[in-house]
């Protein structure tokens, strides 16, 4: 059987302008956002994996896949797409470009029988005739081998035409068609619902607020949809491109902190007030943590992560003697960061200072 560990990165991609693209399409992002949430409701391992081949690709496994599903996630603002639009090709600089169909059955002639399914997903609906006389447009979700027999034969035709091909591989048994799945108006609203409603389901004892967790998680899907560098094995591309059931399961870790953090703000803000530190101090201590918490909830901040790390090396190095009070062994500490500042000038003095009042007080 296929390893597709080795051939999804022997395989080169069509092209590299998908990232680029996606910078303007939120609504990709915003679906993807809700297809983890549908894969981290089931037991299964995933990772979900953008921009790469397509729009968005879900591996069964993130450490030894057997089967790799390809979606196409496309807008229309036109009252609906029609079949004949699933097949047309465009001309491009160095001749007719594939159509929307047609990038999909190219995964099929790339990766055989390790495709499990291939999907076109859109905001809107497909005008056609399923071969039950119930129109497509009446449904959310269908499969191709579903639609009636001579629109099934002209894509069949079609595709033949577009590949150079005699015989096509079952493409109309693994392709579905998922229509109405995300608003184009409301997709970011409805993102924010599922999310929330997900938390509610699975960290009921948590209190959050949904703005700053949502924008957490769409920055790094943007972040993983807009890397463009040359993706060089498995791995990298687990790590540059994708989010899998372990990346989630961390963040979700995370918020299970939240609770932890903020009793450990206010102790702090206690032990302040019992030394008798200034009331303006105090207020810049309780606005910079706010926004420390919010910056923690990014789940792979490495540039958050490295200035922590950093600032436990700092402590570790001083000698701390609590009976000086909290908030001069701060001091202390800051007193020594001099090359730890001057490594990270955009980050704001108070909250370098914040943080290691925290991690003072672990």
């Given at each position: 059987m ?51 081949f397509?729009?968005?690709i ?5 450490s ?9 996630v496309?807008?229309?603002?036109s ?6 639009s699933?097949?047309a090709r ?6 007719l470009?594939?159509s ?5 059955y190219d995964?099929?002639?790339?990766f055989?029988?390790?495709v ?14 399923l ?5 497509c ?15 099934l034969?002209k894509?069949?035709v ?7 091909l005699?015989?096509?591989?079952a ?5 579905y068609f998922?229509?109405?799945?995300l ?16 938390l ?5 004892t ?33 790590l540059?491109k994708s ?12 918020l ?5 953090f903020k009793?450990?703000?206010?102790s702090?803000?206690?032990r302040?007030n019992?030394?008798?530190v200034g009331f ?7 606005k910079h943590?706010s926004?420390?918490e ?13 200035i ?12 701390i ?7 001069n062994?701060?001091?202390q500490v800051y ?9 990270n000038?955009t980050?704001?003095s108070e ?12």
């Open positions: 296929m390893k597709i560990k080795e051939n999804i990165i022997q395989v080169r991609p069509r092209e590299n302008s998908g990232p680029i693209a996606s910078n303007r399409f939120d609504f990709q992002k915003n679906w993807a956002i809700c297809k983890i949430l549908e894969l981290h409701q089931k037991p299964d391992d995933y990772m979900l994996t953008l921009e790469y397509d729009d968005i879900v591996f069964d496994s993130s030894d896949p057997k089967k790799i599903s390809f979606f196409q496309k807008t229309n603002k009252p609906n797409w029609t079949l004949n699933l097949t465009k001309k491009g600089k160095n001749g470009l594939n929307h169909l047609g990038n999909l995964h099929l002639e790339k055989g029988d390790a499990e399914t291939l999907n076109f997903v859109t905001n809107n609906k497909i005008k056609g005739i071969n039950n006389n119930i129109k447009e009446d449904t959310d979700e269908f499969c191709c081998s579903n639609l009636e027999k001579g629109a034969d894509i069949i079609d595709l033949k035409l577009e590949h150079s005699n015989t096509l591989k493409f109309e048994k693994i392709t998922k229509l109405g799945e608003s184009i108006d409301k997709h970011t609203e409805l993102t924010k619902a599922l999310l929330a409603d997900f509610d389901n699975n960290l009921p948590v209190k959050y607020q949904i703005a700053p967790l949502y924008k957490s998680i769409f920055d790094e899907i943007r972040k993983k949809s807009n890397f463009e560098k040359t993706i060089l094995n498995f791995e990298e591309l687990k540059k989010v899998s059931r372990k990346d989630f399961d961390s963040y979700i870790n995370e299970k902190k939240t609770e932890d009793s450990v703000r206010t702090i803000e206690n302040l019992a030394e008798k303006d101090k105090i207020k810049l201590f309780l943590s926004i420390y919010i910056k923690r909830m990014n789940y792979n901040d490495k540039y958050l992560l490295n922590e790390n950093k600032i436990n090396e700092l402590i570790k190095k001083n000698t003697d609590f009976s000086n009070g909290l908030y062994c701060m001091e007193s020594n960061s001099t090359e730890l500042i001057a490594d000038s980050i704001d909250m370098i200072k914040v943080i290691i009042l925290h991690k003072l007080y672990e």
